[in-house]
């Protein structure tokens, strides 16, 4: 497939962004107008440098407010598409964008639309360019990528096709079914946009909140099918415009856009080739990449800590054993309960902050997966491996979280285990507790649509639901992944950085890794008298629920007495505690009982006023 | 006007919320549900510490989904109320507010919201409470306050009356008229927030983007006009559901809505004493602030520097002269071209960066405007002053600019010159240059709605317009507040701080003074003589301008020479130049052809793009 991203995605100057395209490995790009307006090289510069650095330019855009006027106006408008022709001469690009007109069209009559097309075609001729006619969601009179392909139907002329965006298509809810019915010659260029469902005018959900395909709602797989039978043959291109792809580092965003399109080239194909319909993935040569499978249940979570005695204590209340040291990196560590392995990577006594620094993610096919995430450009890991230690690959998440992919060996303990010392008759019964129900992560917001991305096209996460809450430095706000089998479950936290609460802040949104039990006032209990330092929870909360559930005393003074937490639905119930803060962490644990289907989001606000409460109170030098 | 704020609206525990809204004068705080909730303090110690602070506690909400429902239902409903009756009382709050049902109301029933409301009224009359009913404007059937005053009527219980909350009505675009014809004591309580317009759904806009009194569009003035003539004698409290405002510095985003509600009060007690409706001033005890009249026009603009040397020497280029120097502080002076006088702070050979760090506003009267300020909590500038010296009150701004109060003196020069040792005889005729046209000042995000606020409320300021414009780092936010006689104009702009672009961050968004010229091209000749470093303008950008505004060949070569932008509208012609950055700050030069009505947004890109790549340059070592 023939990739391209418009420079407007990006920032920086033109001269850059061509660069970060190159280096990210786009075919080619489109020119942004503005782009070159305000830079200092010529079109002649730019020309020579896209060549040098092998991208193609694909387009020039956008012109804009040109047909359904007066004779008088449609002159002026065509000496302007004169003097843009002979740029994009200087510049060697044959394609323009035109969008239908939205400030100055005054005729509604698609005759009309239709000759004035055709004579800026007679134009296009004499300069040896083409003409790509797009319907804006937004339009005066054109606004629908049909009535735009039956306008250039009409003018009839070799030099005038159209545009799709599917940002046009679909942000007016339209099937894009009818896209096949468009000839595949008459389509002269091909623009992409993701974007999430908002409730918001087109005109600002347009120009703010587009992302990459992938990180959005729309189904642009099923756009791509109905492309693909079209026979269009030409680039698949980017067009995004997001205002925080507007000022992240350049490079990144543009590693980010390609994967989009590598993830999406993968889907399409996957999907033709199921309908039997492989032939159609040809003409825009779509090929796929390796396979992956849904992974199954996070294998081990790694700390980092300059604090480990704290760390170790926490982790010997809640009922986890110490299981061994790696026999080669012997500042590792694992403890392990049941099936939840926490290996602890020990700095030493230097204070440096308590963290979750990995995953390990039980995937089928490891090897598959690497080598995926190598075609999407995932930076690895590096790792030292000993002889005769078990190979693990791993890539950095867009937050810096290692992620690793481990084989599966659910039943039976993995055999990166044994390099702690640790075999299978090691393995204790630990009844209570059963498995690891999610990992939450905190995310830099700058690259939030490119972490959803990064889990959607490297291990099949789907995005499951959204929510904000409050908290006393401001809104959270949440999205919670999960693998198709639910037995992954990720929750990524924006926390409010530039908020002005202090310290809160500088230490971070906590993160923390939920265990499941089957019998959460035993764990809790064991854990109190071992000395647990829980998450304070107010009376007040207690009084609420009483109010909100009618539950009885004796369950009530349950839930009091041992610090839990309580939610329900109609499907079930979940009942959880929190640990106190270490660093920039914490454990909880839950219980489901029934079908609930949340995660505690309800009650998170108690935690964070909580946490809040602990960090202020420290800063005051007031003892935990 | 007795003040209220709900603990919603502030960031930090409810303890801090209470300490925050005593602090800046508010006569009573609404207790947010979860705000409470969370609290590890007690219903008794709440109440206590609000007595303490000197608070009233006035409302207690919100109570959610309770009407429209069987019998079963509503039993439980009730149950649920009666828990939060028994909370109220321990709290002393003897007001709840009930917000329409959303989510569980079943049957359409006007008699039977009434009957459920008045077996409501019956169990808060055992607790010796009152139901406040407000119609959420996504209320399931209930959306419109006149039709939640007809259930309240057709209830007719004692206990049970209706809320008013402006977002609610207004964001409907429904007329405020009929609050008129609601009796003064069924209004139980009123609740104020204003909002921008914005296209997007309702329940979104009301919590994320609700603003103080004065930051928004809506009519709040008279709504209150509508609201006194009832009789209405409670609080009147800010309910603003506002993401910034959740992770703000909580001190001063409580005086920024307390200054709100002085400021409409100041409002309305004018509008009504203008109708000779005084007396419908006083159930509600309004009371004004010292008025002030429109500002004459920009007195003077102070600048910092560590970089004396090329600061004076751009000021040079453009045509100023040296004035003299301060003979009580002899590290100011002053250069002056006609009207527009420039103070420089010099601050030695420290290389500290030259920014705007003060303007003088001409002020018909001085001491109301101070008078003024002090009662809405500005913080004055302290400023030292020797005998005979001119009296100089000034404030700072959200941003930390220090704005003075001079008065008016526009023929001649004004009495604190001649400190400087200037008098009337000095003042050369300088025909090049008019006025200051406008002051460029960046904003902090956070205090972006707090600062148009800010000169609204002590300077009679009014937004004119709002754009944005793309850079090379992000997108800049823009407001033009402007003067109703349009002789004072400030655009404040809020670039994106989080970008990841470098230094041009770090630096900040550059400020500008943009002085007015009859004739740029002289200015820009004479400044071209002397050397001055123009902003350079791309080649690029005068191909584009002649292929969109069709120009003559000899007036495109006379901007070419020049380095001068243009632009047009329906009403006249824009040109203009830029001197080079000069630490955070630049001059601009403009001349107005005609009734032009914008300030050069058009071109501020191709602005942006340039100080963009010098900086980039400079931080490569590259010479500018």
Not at 12 to 27: I, P, Q, Y
Not at 366 to 393: C, D, I, M, S, Y
Not at 424 to 440: C, Q
Not at 579 to 604: D, K, P, Q, Y
Request: proline share 5%; glycine share 8%; net charge negative.
């Amino acid at each position: 497939m023939r990739t391209s991203i418009a420079t407007v995605c990006l920032s920086g100057t033109l001269a850059e962004k061509l660069r970060a395209a190159a280096d990210a490995g786009f075919d080619g790009v489109e020119i942004f107008e503005q782009d070159l307006t305000v830079s200092p090289h010529s079109p002649e510069q730019i020309r020579r440098r896209a060549a040098d650095l092998g991208l193609t330019l694909d387009l020039f855009q956008p012109f804009r407010d040109f047909e359904g006027v007066e004779e008088a106006q449609f002159e002026a408008n065509l000496r302007r598409m004169e003097a843009k022709f002979a740029l994009m001469n200087r510049l060697g690009i044959d394609t323009i964008l035109l969008c239908s007109n939205v400030a100055t069209a005054t005729i509604d009559d698609d005759g009309l639309f239709a000759a004035q097309l055709r004579r800026a075609g007679e134009l296009a001729e004499r300069y040896d360019v083409r003409i790509a006619y797009e319907a804006l969601a937004w339009g005066r009179f054109v606004n629908d990528f049909e009535h735009a392909r039956r306008i250039v139907d009409l003018a009839g002329h070799p030099r005038v096709g159209t545009c799709l965006d599917t940002f046009h298509i679909l942000s007016r809810g339209w099937s894009t079914d009818a896209v096949e019915e468009i000839a595949g010659e008459k389509i002269f260029f091909v623009q992409l946009a993701d974007a999430p469902q908002l409730s918001m005018d087109i005109l600002s959900w347009s120009r703010h909140h587009r992302v990459f395909p992938g990180e959005g709602d729309f189904d642009l797989v099923k756009f791509m099918r109905h492309l693909a039978r079209t026979g269009y043959d030409g680039p698949v291109s980017l067009e995004i415009f997001n205002d925080s792809f507007r000022k992240a580092e350049v490079g990144r965003t543009a590693v980010d856009g390609l994967r989009s399109l590598r993830w999406l080239e993968d889907q399409t194909w996957r999907a033709l080739h199921a309908a039997g319909e492989g032939k159609a993935a040809e003409a825009l040569e779509l090929s796929p990449l390796p396979e992956v499978a849904d992974p199954e249940g996070v294998d081990f979570v790694e700390i980092s800590t300059g604090r480990l005695g704290e760390t170790i204590k926490v982790l010997h209340q809640l009922g986890f054993r110490l299981g061994g040291y790696h026999r080669s990196k012997p500042q590792f560590q694992v403890w392990t309960q049941g099936p939840v392995r926490v290996v602890i990577g020990d700095r030493g006594p230097t204070g440096a902050p308590t963290g979750i620094t990995s995953l390990g993610v039980r995937t089928p096919d490891p090897a598959a997966a690497q080598a995926r995430a190598h075609l999407l450009q995932a930076r690895p890991v590096p790792r030292e491996r000993a002889a005769g230690e078990v190979e693990l690959h791993g890539v950095y998440a867009p937050d810096g979280t290692e992620v690793f992919f481990s084989g599966l060996a659910p039943e039976t303990a993995p055999a990166w285990l044994a390099e702690f010392g640790v075999t299978d008759n090691d393995l204790e019964p630990a009844p209570l507790i059963t498995g690891i129900d999610h990992v939450n992560l905190a995310q830099p917001w700058q690259h939030y649509d490119e972490t959803v991305l990064f889990y959607t096209s490297l291990m099949a996460l789907e995005t499951h639901s959204r929510e904000e809450f409050p908290s006393p430095i401001g809104l959270i706000s949440n999205k919670v992944m999960r693998s198709a089998n639910d037995t992954v479950r990720l929750l990524l936290s924006v926390a409010p950085e530039d908020g002005e609460q202090g310290d809160f802040l500088a230490a971070a949104y906590p993160e923390h890794i939920a265990i499941t039990t089957t019998d959460i006032v035993a764990v809790a209990r064991r854990a109190r008298q071992r000395g647990l330092a829980f998450l304070p929870v107010p009376e007040n909360y207690y009084d609420d629920l009483q109010a909100r559930f009618d539950l009885t005393p004796a369950f009530l003074a349950e839930l009091r007495e041992n610090d839990l937490l309580y939610d329900r639905d109609a499907d079930g119930e979940f009942l959880h505690f929190y640990t106190g803060t270490l660093g920039t962490m914490f454990i909880e644990v839950v219980e489901r009982r029934g079908g609930f289907s949340g995660w505690g989001e309800n009650n998170a606000p108690v935690r964070l006023a909580a946490q809040y409460r602990n960090v202020r109170d420290a800063e005051r030098g007031i003892p935990q």
